[in-house]
T-cell receptor, first 114, second 116 residues
């Protein structure tokens, strides 16, 4: 069974540009969550999608947005990039059924803003 | 809001020895889950062990076990017979499935180095 796939693995962007990151969950998983990991702030929750609906959202500015498609694949977009957006962005997928279901993480996308 | 605190930024242990990583959390919820995740240099977060708050028995997974003290809101991870492959960042995480959300709240992490 294929794991969670995040593309691209590495990205270098310039301040002011926008970027789109992709996450393909494990087959059958309907929930996708995104996290930002930085040395200073650690792991912070961005948003969570289930069956194409945003189920929860973290405390990030509106420049950060996401969506989920009918095949459960998810994308997150960051507009007007700032230097502080440089981070490892992790995606996690789970079945999303009622009650706890284990979250499986991808290897992340390393975004560098210059 | 829930918070998770890991007070040990770095730890080291000799191969084959035992090490304990500390974690405390704060919540007013009664139904929740606690996790330890491992993140090796490959960056992929791997679930090590989980504990349901309603279970009094401490979870164990092979060489990994937890000491869950619900009243003290403490959740430590013990690694027995440490191996070189255990070298990684370890994150304690909390999840309360309110409204169906599976949002994880992470601690800052503990960098564990296993020395030969």
């Amino acid at each position: 069974k294929a794991g969670v796939t995040q593309t691209p693995r590495y990205l270098i962007k310039t301040r002011g540009q926008q970027v789109t990151l992709s996450c393909s969950p494990i087959s059958g998983h309907r929930s996708v969550s995104w996290y930002q990991q930085t040395p200073g702030q650690g792991l912070q929750f961005l948003f969570e999608y289930f069956s194409e609906t945003q189920r929860n959202k973290g405390n990030f500015p509106g420049r950060f947005s996401g969506r989920q498609f009918s095949n459960s694949r998810s994308e997150m977009n960051v507009s007007t990039l700032e230097l502080g957006d440089s981070a490892l962005y992790l995606c996690a997928s789970s079945l999303g059924a009622r009650g706890y279901t284990e979250a499986f993480f991808g290897q992340g996308t390393r975004l560098t803003v210059v | 809001a829930q918070t998770v605190t890991q007070s040990q930024p770095e730890m080291s242990v000799q191969e084959a020895e035992t090490v304990t990583l500390s974690c405390t959390y704060d919540t007013s919820e009664s139904n929740y889950y606690l996790f330890w995740y491992k993140q090796p240099p490959s960056r992929q977060m791997i679930l090590v062990i989980r504990q349901e708050a309603y279970k009094q028995q401490n979870a164990t997974e092979n060489r990994f076990s937890v000491n869950f003290q619900k009243a003290a809101k403490s959740f430590s991870l013990k690694i027995s017979d440490s191996q070189l492959g255990d070298t990684a960042m370890y994150f304690c995480a909390f999840m309360s499935p309110q409204g169906g959300s599976e949002k994880l709240v992470f601690g800052k992490g503990t960098k564990l180095t296993v020395n030969p």
